[in-house]
């Protein structure tokens, strides 16, 4: 590798950064006022989230809302509700939920999503699957006029065995999409990725809950495309789990602005 100088740090100042995240507070708390007493909840991951999680355990504290219960959508959702007082259950006992909150990392203006890029896509995608209603929650800088066009990764969860195979046929899928890449996620760095071996353990692959892999796939000018379709052509991989385009899913995206709020509806 050439020695290349690291990129400046981005220039934000303290002030925009906490602004963000006031922003995704905002949503959050939006989308917590549709939480009422008895319901079982699909209990979301991330840095927004969290602050739905945080809000929901207030409420419970304060005596606003009795009986929920919640299904977390990853370890650290588990933790975290727990942390706030929620009573978690799963989808095995609960398969029917009533309101599920979350992040994204992209919203199209068809509020077909993108998921995944803290790695936790599949729990995801079957708990917000199985809800009545998916209230999506983000800041404005999440909005992209096609998936994949913010130039970040849309995540597929590969299982382990045979997964530089499973990579292969990923890329053999989009061979020819000029500006299209993918990497191996892994837990420190994806400089190595392109030379995967599963039994090299100095690579040390990013692993999920599901002790699945992360394979990044990046579309420099976003996915062109029927999505449907697209989404189709993954998932006959076999190897593949599942993909972060969560398509039709959400019931609503709640978008924080310095503006105000503004509600995105299906
Ligand atoms: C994790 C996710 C998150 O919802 C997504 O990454 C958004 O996270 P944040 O609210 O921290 O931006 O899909 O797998």
């Not at 066009?149 to 990579?167: C, D, H, K, N, R």
């Amino acid at each position: 590798h050439a020695a290349v100088a690291p990129p400046p740090p981005p220039m934000i100042s303290a002030a925009d950064a906490l602004s963000q995240d006031e922003l995704k507070r905002i949503a959050a708390h939006r989308a917590v006022e549709q939480v009422e007493s008895g319901m079982v909840l699909g209990l979301g991951t991330g840095s927004t989230a969290a602050h739905a999680l945080d809000r929901i355990g207030d409420l419970l504290r304060g005596g606003a809302l009795w009986d929920v219960v919640g299904i977390p959508t990853s370890e650290w959702a588990a933790a975290r509700a727990a942390a706030a007082g929620i009573p978690l259950t799963n989808l095995n006992v609960h398969p029917v939920v009533d309101l599920s909150i979350d992040g994204a990392d992209e919203v199209d203006p068809f509020l077909n999503l993108v998921k995944g890029r803290g790695g936790s896509l599949l729990r995801e995608k079957m708990v917000e699957g199985a809800s009545r209603r998916f209230v999506v929650i983000v800041d404005e800088s999440k909005l992209v006029p096609r998936l994949g066009g913010s130039g970040l990764a849309i995540p597929v969860e590969v299982i382990p065995f045979g997964s530089a195979l499973t990579l292969r046929r990923l890329h053999s899928l989009f061979d020819g999409v000029p500006g299209f890449n993918l990497k191996l996620r892994t837990a420190t760095t994806n400089a190595k990725a392109s030379a995967f071996d599963e039994d090299d353990p100095e690579l040390d692959p990013f692993v999920t809950d599901n002790k699945n892999y992360i394979v990044d796939l990046f579309f420099e000018n976003g996915i062109i495309g029927d999505l449907n379709s697209i989404s189709d052509e993954i998932l006959r991989i076999t190897g593949v789990v599942e993909h972060g385009m969560f398509l039709g899913l959400a019931t609503s995206v709640i978008v924080a602005r310095k503006d105000g709020v503004v509600m995105m509806d299906n």
